[in-house]
């Protein structure tokens, strides 16, 4: 497997960055290290799994070999030049240009999420639509959801501002990306525990 993207791949990703830096967070797209490690944190069994922000789709491609069928696959993407690479790349993969600040009304007729996995730059993102997407999770979730995000700050991820139903469960740092990364998991608690 390539490490680095393809050229076409990799321009739309560039190109991205240029007309909007915060939106996309990263110099760099995901590289199959971070992709995989993603995807290994995804638990087994059947249902929905929701990735956000899915880009070039690294992860996405990781997601489908770990063996997630790509009818439980749904990815939710912004940019409408990255929805017409993903749909090109991925048939058979639904995908939604929306924004994850309404993830509710795109999963309304689904059911619950067994792991949302997201690639967004939660970070640079204003604090207000972070918590908009965060408070959400719980609604589109079960006992046992995983949410697994990365971020490039090795000593802080969106702990201090996940909803209290989720509990952080895992944390791996991947060196072989650029820059590395680190992997944050946390999985929903039943709401009575």
């Known amino acids: 497997m390539s490490t680095t993207p393809s050229r076409p791949g990799f321009w739309h990703f ?10 996309i967070g990263a110099v760099f797209p995901s590289s199959p290290y971070l992709a995989r490690k ?24 990781a ?5 997630i069928a790509p009818a439980d696959l749904v990815l939710v993407e912004r940019s409408p030049r990255m929805v017409a690479h993903l749909r090109q790349r991925f048939p058979g993969v639904e995908v939604i240009e929306g924004d994850a600040a309404r993830l509710g009304d795109y ?23 972070v918590q908009q997407i965060l408070d959400q999770f719980p609604a589109i979730g079960r006992a046992g959801t995983v949410f697994i995000q990365f971020t490039y700050h090795s000593r802080s991820s969106c702990q201090a501002i996940i909803p209290q139903v989720f509990v952080h469960d895992g944390r791996h740092f991947i060196w072989r990306n650029l820059p590395p990364a680190r992997v944050d998991r946390f999985s929903l608690r ?3 525990a």
């Open 38 to 61: 993603m995807a290994a944190l995804v638990p087994e069994g059947e249902g929905l799994v929701l990735e956000l922000g899915p880009g070039l789709g690294p992860v996405t491609r």
């Open 107 to 129: 999963l309304h007729q689904r059911g619950p999420a067994r792991a949302i996995v997201s690639s967004l730059p939660l970070r640079s993102m204003p604090s207000s639509l």
């Open 14 to 23: 560039t190109r991205e960055f240029l007309r909007d830096p915060r939106a």
């Open 63 to 67: 997601l489908l070999e770990r063996g």
């Open 190 to 192: 039943h709401p009575d």
